[in-house]
């Protein structure tokens, strides 16, 4: 088993958001999370990653063996785990390369092996760059993340994938604000580190980032916790027919169903 | 002018600020008699007046009792040997640059390097003789700028120092830096020394000037530098101050800018106990243009207090100034930045900010910016901010596998070296950016012994 999360409770400012949340992610699977809003998708994204003020009340998450909850952000990712950001932070005064090199040493220093130089890390990245149709200046000109457009963010979201390698990525809803054509851009990166071992949850809205990042399981988040799994159906049933089958059981059960807009609310 | 041997009197019933008397008496006074009357006046004015309280509205965070009584030595006449480029990191960084070595407040020739062509550096007591005009017109200063404690104490004790004169049209090609160093165990000591700079027309220089303790002695610098910017001229001015931390260091620069020369001081301020760097520059020339960087870090108990006065006296001259601080543990810093746009000074611009990152729940910090404008037409304007470190930031670099420790100082070498962004692209830079990282790393990093 690679992620084992067992009865999770989480909450937020003092309101329970996750409210015995069961899900197991074996190797090289991808398990899409959809769900209303207000469901608590973003926040098991947030207490996966250990993001301060997601205070865990009950449960257990067991990753590779090892008690995830009882480690800090930095070593959760030096354990292979990676959170693509929602809103990724615009940092002014921190180099792109920079800052991806520190993370890159910082886990290789981790796993007992030599740092990489600054020639060799450019060499590196500008490759794994290359199928994001990111050009040098995002590396080496811009700070992380400022001024970027909400395409250029998403992209380097899955560049710092793609570079670090994680064993379990969690994507927290990497389509929103993107068009067509970056969404594809991006899913190409993400389809490219699908390998058998690697294992993906993919938190989103929209079937239409399911049609280009196939999942093996569905997954409605509801009310903070897991109301329906199935497969790569479900998905398409509740872009038809919403959540409504959720009735009294969904704490949101009246949100608007996502793929009522279909160009997406943040679409540039 | 005996030096030095001359034991100190028994503590006796003494009068206010004795010690200071004793240490002007045993002074080497510089060979120019010319001075006498003026060191000796000043002097009297500091004996009968001695140093501002925290009451006086321009000393408000600078407290300054521990200085009144104290009893400085004389300054060693043979100096400490000492590796200067192993021990200061602005000379590691510009490893080729032409150097002026002080070592405990002494020149020292066999330590100083060969200098750029088109730059002369002559110490302060041969220039008396031999630049009589030019340093008589600098060193008697009009009396509002003499009514300084430490001026005062600067013309009282006037001796060590250097003039630098940068030929007009002259474009060094590297850095100039004049290194002060102070070495372990000399006892106290109190350092005045005063530097003269006169770029000339059209010339292009830059030039460090840079403060090295290495002891922890309860010691004192209160160095004066003068610059006077010809028409034309561009000039960089770079103050880097790495005291030792019992040092209370008191760096004041007076710049007088003529028509369509440029001005840029940099203050990197990083050691001492009390570190107060004030900052005077004089528009003279339409199209004149100043620029003031200044980084501040502290911790500990440790204070700064940074004093700017841009005076805008003609139409069409322009000032920016950006100072910025970094606090951690039970550190206080100040800055008080005035500017003045004297009547007639149309079309003058003149910004000002001030942005503090807190690293302590108790460490504090004050902007106190005074705009004082009596011309119309102008522009100025001033901001000040203070903040902690971005939570969500912090978060982001280490949910990528960055440690906690390393993440604060990325997110504060990025908040400080912003400072830098303004100096052009060069040498001069790149070696301040290292500079800048060893200062950070050396004040704030969180490993460090407390």
């Known amino acids: 088993m690679t992620l084992s999360i067992r009865d999770l409770e989480a909450q937020v400012d003092g309101k329970p958001i996750l409210r015995g949340l069961t899900l197991d992610v074996r190797p090289g699977e991808v398990h899409a999370i959809m769900g209303p809003n207000g469901s608590g998708k973003s926040t098991l994204a947030y207490v996966l990653a250990g993001r301060d003020g997601y205070e865990v009340t009950g449960g257990s998450v067991a990753w590779q063996g090892k008690d995830l909850l009882a480690l800090a952000p930095e070593e959760r990712a030096r354990e292979g785990l990676f959170l693509a950001f929602q809103y990724p932070v615009e940092i002014p005064g921190i180099n792109n390369a920079t800052f991806l090199r520190a993370a890159l040493n910082a886990q290789r220093k981790h796993r007992g092996e030599a740092e990489v130089d600054a020639m060799d890390f450019m060499a590196l990245a500008r490759e794994k760059a290359r199928l994001l149709e990111m050009d040098d200046r995002f590396l080496l000109q811009r700070n992380v993340n400022e001024g970027f457009s909400g395409g250029e963010k998403k992209r380097n979201e899955v560049l710092q994938m793609r570079v670090l390698q994680p064993r379990l990525s969690v994507l927290d809803e990497t389509d929103s604000g993107l068009d067509i054509d970056a969404l594809r851009v991006v899913a190409r990166g993400v389809n490219a580190l699908r390998d058998g071992v690697r294992s993906f949850v993919v938190i989103t809205h929209y079937q239409r980032l399911l049609d280009l990042i196939v999942p093996d399981v569905v997954h409605v988040l509801a009310g903070g916790r897991i109301a329906r799994t199935g497969g790569r159906d479900l998905a398409l049933e509740l872009e038809k027919q919403g959540y409504a089958f959720l009735g009294a059981t969904g704490a949101a059960a009246t949100a608007p169903v996502a793929s009522a807009r279909p160009g997406g609310s943040g679409a540039r | ?450």
């Open chain 2, 1 to 450: 002018m005996s030096p030095a041997a001359v034991p100190a009197p028994a503590p006796a019933p003494a009068a206010p600020r004795s010690g200071w008397r004793t240490a002007f008496e045993r002074h080497e006074a510089p060979r120019a008699p010319w001075l006498d009357g003026l060191r000796r006046a000043a002097m009297e004015h500091f004996l009968a007046e001695g140093f501002p309280t925290p009451r006086h509205e321009d000393w408000l965070s600078t407290s300054l009792a521990a200085l009144e009584e104290a009893r400085f030595g004389p300054t060693p006449l043979a100096p400490a040997p000492v590796g200067c480029a192993a021990i200061d990191p602005v000379l590691r960084a510009l490893p080729r640059s032409g150097r002026v070595v002080f070592v405990d407040g002494r020149l020292h020739e066999g330590l100083s390097a060969p200098l750029p062509d088109g730059v002369r550096v002559t110490p302060l007591d041969q220039a008396l003789a031999s630049r009589r005009e030019v340093l008589e017109r600098l060193l008697m200063l009009p009396p509002e700028e003499q009514a300084h404690p430490f001026v005062r104490l600067g013309t009282a004790f006037l001796g060590q120092g250097v003039l630098v004169e940068v030929a007009p049209g002259a474009t060094l090609d590297g850095p100039l830096v004049l290194q002060h160093v102070r070495t372990k165990d000399v006892g106290p000591l109190a350092l005045h020394p005063r530097t003269v700079v006169l770029a000339g027309e059209r010339s292009r220089a830059t030039l460090f000037e840079s403060w090295v303790g290495l002891g922890s002695g309860h010691d004192l610098t209160n160095a004066l530098t003068q610059v006077e910017a010809a028409p034309g001229a561009r000039l960089e001015h770079v103050r880097v101050q790495r005291e030792g931390y019992g040092t209370v260091h008191v760096g004041l620069l007076k710049a007088r800018v003529e028509r369509d020369a440029a001005f840029h001081a940099v203050v990197l301020s990083f050691g001492a106990a009390l570190a107060r760097m004030e900052t005077d520059i004089a528009l003279v020339g339409p199209g004149a243009d100043a620029s003031l960087d200044a980084l501040y870090v502290l911790d500990g108990e440790r204070r700064a207090d940074l004093v700017s006065r841009v005076a805008h006296l003609v139409p069409h001259a322009t000032s920016r100034q950006r100072v910025k601080g970094v606090l951690d543990g039970a550190s206080r810093g100040a800055f008080t930045g005035r500017v003045r746009v004297a009547p007639g000074a149309l079309k003058t611009d003149a910004r000002q900010g001030s942005h503090n990152l807190l690293l302590s729940p108790r460490a504090l910090v004050e902007s106190r910016p005074q705009l004082e404008i009596d011309a119309d037409d102008v522009k100025c304007s001033h901001g000040a901010t203070v903040g902690r470190l971005d939570a969500t930031a912090l978060f982001y670099l280490r949910s990528r596998g960055i440690a906690e420790a390393q993440a604060r100082q990325l997110l504060v070498h990025a908040f400080a070296a912003e400072v830098l962004s303004h100096l052009p692209e060069g040498a001069a830079r790149g070696a301040l950016d290292q500079v800048l990282a060893g200062g950070l790393h050396e004040a704030i990093s969180p490993g460090r012994a407390p």
